[in-house]
């Protein structure tokens, strides 16, 4: 203090800054957020809102007051009052509810707490309750003497059974059950045991006759019978007091240096028939402790030994008594062996429970024991245990063998193997009415052929047979139309159970009326006809292909079903009828057949044997091949002929570099080419020399291209902090340049948790749909099922997206409001035309969902949203306003709202006049049917060139045609879908789900965050294409007030 | 001139013969080898230059011949190479391969053991919370480091021997004062455990490689307790971090090993394909060794990104354990889950050299910055001190 300061008095308390407080909260703040989470929490500090760590004073805790800034105290509210330690020891306090009680409270609570006669078995009312019982028992049953009977003549039992059990167990009367040793039995021993000196050394001047009761302050006596007494007149009297049992040990103690006292001959009978004569629960102890020491006794050790490193008095078998039979069993095998091996029970009873912990060092008692501290370094030895155990059996085996007759011994070994296992108190049965019965094995049929044939392609096979409807006209209503080819579909994929099952599900609604032979009947039969058809064919040739393995000769056809490609044209328009949509149905199952990797392109069919000549060779070129396609890498350790030249061996490895090239030429060629026209050229002799230097190096070059995948190198920009440039000394590149626009990726990653994992489809793969599938139909026309599906995928996408997303990107937009005015103009009459195909739509994905479900046993939610298809198509709209940029986008966008838009439009637009004006925007998606296509094309020719934009970050093969990919990959993968049951209910739960997942995002397997990566990625997709162009973004926006619109409407 | 002659044996060795043979004139082979040997005669060993001088040779060659000779057929060509028998085992003979010392006194296991600046000192960091500093020459325990709340998984020493850095199962990054041994300075703001840390060169920033999928540098000279960057386009846990004057490598589960440019402020983005468990650069800063999980170690080169080589042989699989390379780098040293320790030839990829070192996973391998030295540390709790 100045001195200054002494003149001036204060009053109050003094205003604080107010930049203080900020500071303060501020770090507080901060604080919270890095130190409560980082800290243990003993190290933890308690501070208030602003910041301020309260001083309480110096001796009432410091900083913190009380336990841990609580009221309360270690031990509970009330804290401990002082008890002098002299007089009496400080006890743990009892506390109970009366302790927290005021008077008025507890006399309150006097009536409601409190023993309440029904339960009092023990007590007077016991008694009293059960005659009262009885009596209204009688009165109730018909007796064959009329009237009541009168009390005296029958009186129930007054003690129950349990009464009787604790009385033979040597309970009494009025005396708690569970520890009526607490204080008093100390009390007695130790009376028990002055006694017990006392008389001895009495007993040592002067014997006292044998007959003299002693009484023991427990108040039951032993009473040495009389002819024991008299067998052992000239002896020492010996005299055993066996205090009551509350560890045996020290009883143990008593009684042997009682007996050690006398040092005269005794014998062990003695002792076990004064413990005969004890109450039952006490002999077992008894008995158990004169077992154990028996042998010693006879062997005359006279000292006492410790076998184990318990202190006095402790019983390691206090609460489990069947194991002391065990360890007994088992020290006098020991003995018997003379084997010190030391029982591995008692460690496995005592060691430590939680086994996995990390040796030499805990945790503090604070911490909370997780996943974190297990000792990952330590090997599951959990079973050694019972090794050791499995060890000592043939030992025993041994010894006892030496004995003369083998039937005892094998007698013996049974006995002893059984007593292992059995608890005290009871025995084993010499004869067990169990006797095993063994049956013999079935008889199998010897039509039986050990194959599972499943029933499905069977069904679809069988149907071939039957007859062709007769070729109907699909109805006018294009709507009842597309219904039934989906339903027909269906069918014909799952079976008829389906159809019943819709049946069923949809008798009421008159758009189902064909199942039932209603209007389009006919049509439908033809459409499941027709499907079957396909389904048998394809199950065929399946099935062909599986059987004969050895078919010498591909035809075309089944090798390009090998491969993955489009059947001709020709033969699909054979199968079916002409209609448009079956040629799109043919296709679609086409598509989705590109996709099943070729299982048996690693295996080299007979032809493909480039050096038959020379098998060394031959082989050495198959391991080339199996190193080639499956490592992806080459591999370097080129190790199979060691023998060769360093050239030579070069120059083999060209070669086979030229035929597995030509190789795989031959089997990715048109269908017009020969398979064997490669080889043949290869076969010509054609051999690469170092002088062909230009050849190898050509397909050098390729191969690289096509086998590296790993490592691969990518670029992208990356802004360091200026502060760290300014720290590694270093000029920032980005010094005075703007903030570069956030990378997308990143941030949606950050956001989204995209494992990346989407590289999966490969880049021949897609390349192979690029080449086969016409472009003009490849997003554009979907059957029905897909849609469903796609419905499903849409809704888990939208419904997974976290809001904040859209801030984060859209957030600086100002001029979307006029975009957004365009748009909603023009959407209005889309809107209309929209309703029937989007209802149609809902119904049927409505259906196949809930069918779906049944089968799989899920619920599903009854009502789909459905109002994100017109989100969707309100998409379409936009390349009103904007150009060749946005038309790129909307054809990667293709979604299922958007399809069936375009179908049912394309439809009309053959049957209807085209529409009037205002409602251009849908020749415009005709338009786009046909844009999006080349649109695919060029996007590929850029993936193939590996052309990059440096700023955006996708690895993903990003087109439209790769997401039809993943649209068929979600088909197979759909039923995972389900069951993980994050889809079941698509609401806001889901949302929540998601936010737990990524709370628990470490314990996320691997397949979650695989699904998870697709789904997003596609997304981010979308969002990263789209970012140029502005319109859309505007639908974007629109598309999330879709969303919202329709959680209102869900609510 | 037995100069010559003894280069023309290690160019046979090397292989290089298929490049001769694209060298169409003897006039061009006589002047490649004689360039050769003027790369040979640096003072590095022969194998450790191996690489480069295909390299070399062939940028050379084709500035010669005006043909593009790509560079790419160097890895292949280094598959192909045959060092000499006895020139490798004249090197592999100065592997440290004797034990010198044990460290004992870690409760547990240890999880990394580094020498400090200038190899006279190590420091070693385990699951029971401390951080130990020895004379690993003379086998003894100087001091202890305390204050982590849980396993300390990584420890990094500035180049002036003066601070520590280490990480670990807290999310903390502490900054140790080496001579007291306080703490002067506690990061934190990862959201996970910390896997790995290291001073850049001035000592004026730490790097840390986190569960949390990111990379944060923190700034040791101001106060404030924000990382001054955080990298976070890692897609899985960053689990080693290395750095050079200026950049910053990160190694990942999700397979890749990210170089941060500050320079030009560029990403570059090498995918391997498999979890990337430790990346540690070789002396001449050209590659990057990057031990994966499934159980091999490649070399990178690192201006290109290709892969060099791949060492193969030993256990790795589910433990985060370190490699490294030897002073000269012509060997490549990782551990095994089994505990024995690998000796890989740099160039042929071969195991020259395997001992069992420890009786459980070894954990950590550090190469004394100048002398044929080398500290493992093992889950078994012990340090022990390897010399030739």
Known sequence: MDSDEEDYVFFGTPIEREEEITNRRKK?????????????????????????????????????????????????????????????????????????????????????????????????????????????????????????????????ASESIGVKLLLKMGWRHGRAINDSRASSLYDARREARKALLAFASEDAKAPCPADEPVEEPESFTVQPSDDDARSSQSLPKVVYLITLIGDEENLFHDVESTIMRYEGPYDAAEISDLVQQLPMAKTEVMEDVVNAKEARFRRGIRYKRFLDLHGLGYDPFKHAPEFREKKRLHLLNDKQRGDRKTMSIKDSLFGSKSGKAAPGFGIGALEEYDAEDEDIYAAGYDFEETCIEDDEEPSRLGIESKQPSRLSIESKQKVVARDQGVLPGFKVASVSDYQLERFDPPVIPKDFAPHHKFPGPLETLKKLDVPSPPEVPPPDDSNLKLLIEGVAKLVARCGKLFEDLSRKKNQSNPLFSFLSGGNGHDYYERRLWEEHQKFGVQAKLLLDGKLSPSMQKMTAESRGKLLGEKPLERSSRETTSSSVASGEFQLQFNLSDTFKKPDSFSKLPDVAKPFKDDPAKQERFEQFLKEKYEGGLRSTGYTVASNMSEAARAREKLDFEAAAEAIEKGKRGKESMVSTQPLDFLASGMQFTSGGLEQVENGHAEDLVTKKMYPRREEFQWRPAPVLCKRFDLIDPFMGKPPPAPRARSKIDSLLFIPDSVKVAKPEEVAITNRDVPAAQTGAQMTIEDVAEEEIEIVAENVERPVDLYKAIFSDDSDDDVEDLNTKKVEDPEKKTEVATTALNRLIADDFLESLGKELGFEVPPDTPYSTNKANALRIETPNSDSGNAKFSTGTYLNPGNETA?????????????????????????????????????????????????????????????????????????????????????????????????????????????????????????????????????????????????????? | MPCVTWNCRATRAMGVEILWKNLESVMNRLILVVNLTVLLSLNYTLTAWIPRVYWKAAHWAQG?????????????????????????????????????????????????????????????????????????????????????????????????????????????????????????????????????????????????????????????????????????????????????????????????????????????????????????????????????????????????????????????????????????????????????????????????????????????????????????????????????
């Open chain 2, 64 to 388: 010669l011949k005006g043909r593009m000779l790509k560079t790419k057929v160097a890895p292949s060509l280094a598959g192909l190479a045959r060092p000499d028998k006895n020139k490798s085992n004249m090197s592999s003979s100065e592997l440290p391969r004797k034990e010198a010392n044990v460290l004992k006194g870690h409760e547990g296991a240890v999880l990394a053991a580094r020498f400090n600046s200038d190899g006279n000192y190590c420091l070693s960091c385990g699951k029971d919370r401390t951080i130990r500093l020895w004379n690993p020459h003379r086998g003894i325990h100087i001091k202890n480091y305390k204050s982590h709340g849980r396993e300390v998984r990584d420890v990094h020493v500035t180049p002036d021997n003066s601070k520590l850095c280490s990480c670990g199962g807290d999310r903390q990054i502490f900054y140790w004062d080496v001579s007291t041994g306080r703490v002067i300075r506690k990061f934190r703001g990862h959201d996970g455990e910390v896997n790995a840390v290291k001073f850049n060169e001035y000592a004026s920033v730490v790097v840390s490689a986190g569960y949390d999928r990111s990379l944060r540098a923190w700034d040791c000279r101001s106060h404030s307790t924000e990382p001054i960057q955080i990298i976070d386009s890692f897609l899985d846990t960053v689990m080693s971090v290395c750095l050079t004057k200026t950049e910053i490598i990160g190694g990942s589960v999700d397979g890749t090993v990210r170089t941060f440019d500050i320079r030009i402020g560029r990403e570059i983005s090498d995918d391997l394909g498999q979890p990337v468990n430790c990346i540690s650069m070789s002396n001449d800063g050209n590659c990057i060794l990057a031990s994966c999980l499934d159980s091999s170690i490649r070399l990178l080169d690192r201006s290109t990104g290709e892969l060099l080589q791949e060492y193969k042989g030993h256990a790795c699989k589910s433990y985060k354990m370190d490699c490294c390379l030897t002073n000269s780098d012509a060997h490549v040293i990782g551990g095994s889950e089994d505990g024995s320790i690998f000796f890989w030839d740099l160039v042929d990829a071969s195991v020259v050299s395997k001992f069992r070192a420890h009786s459980s996973v070894v954990t950590s391998v550090s190469y004394h910055p100048k002398d044929n030295c080398m500290i493992t540390s093992s889950v078994d709790g012990s340090v022990r001190v390897w010399k030739t």
């Open chain 1, 28 to 156: 507080a703040a901060a604080e919270a957020s890095g130190n409560l989470r980082a800290l243990p929490p003993w190290k933890q500090e308690v501070r208030d809102e602003e910041g301020r760590r309260r001083f309480h004073g110096a001796f009432t805790g410091g900083f913190s007051a009380g336990y841990f800034n609580t009221v309360g105290t270690k031990e509970g509210w009330a804290p401990q009052s002082f008890t002098s330690s002299r007089k009496n020891r400080a006890e743990v306090k009892q506390q109970s509810i009366f302790n927290f009680l005021d008077e008025d409270e507890k006399a309150e609570l006097e009536g409601t707490l409190g023993t309440s006669s029904q339960f009092d078995t023990f007590g007077f009312t016991a008694a009293e309750h059960a005659r009262k019982q009885a009596d209204k028992e009688q009165k109730q049953r018909p007796s064959a003497i009329p009237g009541p009977i009168p009390d005296e003549l029958v009186l129930p």
């Open chain 1, 902 to 1051: 375009q179908d049912g439009d394309s439809q009309k637009n053959k049957s209807i006049p085209v529409r009037s004006g205002g409602y251009n925007s849908s020749k415009h998606t005709v338009g786009l049917l046909n844009m999006s296509g080349k649109v695919n094309e060029d996007k590929f020719a850029q993936e193939d060139k590996k052309v990059k934009s440096p700023s955006s970050r996708q690895r993903n093969w990003s087109s439209s045609s790769s997401s039809d990919d993943e649209r068929s990959r979600k088909h197979s993968k759909r039923h995972r879908h389900r069951s993980s049951g994050s889809y079941s209910d698509p609401s806001s739960d889901d949302r929540e789900h998601y936010r737990s997942r990524s709370k628990g995002k470490r314990e996320r397997s691997s397949r979650e965050k695989s699904s998870h990566s697709r789904k997003h990625s596609k997304h981010h997709k979308h969002r990263s294409r789209d970012s140029p162009s502005r319109s859309h973004r505007g639908s974007e926006r629109e598309h999330s007030e879709a969303r919202k619109e329709k959680r209102k409407r869900r609510d």
